[in-house]
């Protein structure tokens, strides 16, 4: 019904919010919280304690955001997402500057020596997209391509 909604609370479970970058994703997290504040002030009902299984001790170390069979069906990312990153990687890479394809190919220099393959420095921009493009294909999580993915 509101395909823009930046949230979706969901009862007894809580809030999925959405932003095309992390910073805005954070940004309608915050607006939020606001707008539950004020109405809580609004409404004399004041703050509840969450059940004693869900609360935690401090802030959360940890934000995690995962769409894959979450928010998502898993055969939007399999059918959607991975052959739109696998074409996408190549002309990102062409067109990256240097400052922007210096860490993507140190990262996936790392991955290379971790898996014991060869990187062919020459062609960097041509390597990223042949790797990524093998990494997508086999469906591998490595932080080199997690990275990659997060950048564009």
């Not at 739109?84 to 240097?98: D, E, I, K, L």
Request: proline share 7%.
């Amino acid at each position: 019904d509101h395909p823009n909604a930046p949230a979706i609370l969901v009862r007894d479970h809580g809030a999925y919010v959405f932003g095309a970058s992390a910073e805005k994703a954070k940004i309608a997290t915050e607006c939020l919280g606001f707008i539950l504040d004020v109405e809580e002030r609004r409404n004399g009902a004041g703050p509840q304690e969450a059940p004693a299984k869900r609360r935690r001790m401090g802030g959360p170390a940890v934000l995690l955001l995962d769409v894959e069979g979450t928010t998502t069906p898993i055969s939007f990312v399999k059918d959607r997402l991975f052959p739109y990153a696998a074409q996408a990687v190549g002309p990102w890479a062409r067109a990256a500057s240097p400052a922007e394809l210096e860490p993507v190919v140190a990262a996936f220099k790392r991955q290379c020596e971790e898996d014991k393959e060869a990187f062919k420095d020459a062609a960097a921009a041509e390597e990223v997209e042949r790797l990524a493009k093998s990494w997508i294909a086999k469906d591998r999580k490595v932080a080199a391509l997690k990275d990659l993915q997060g950048r564009h």
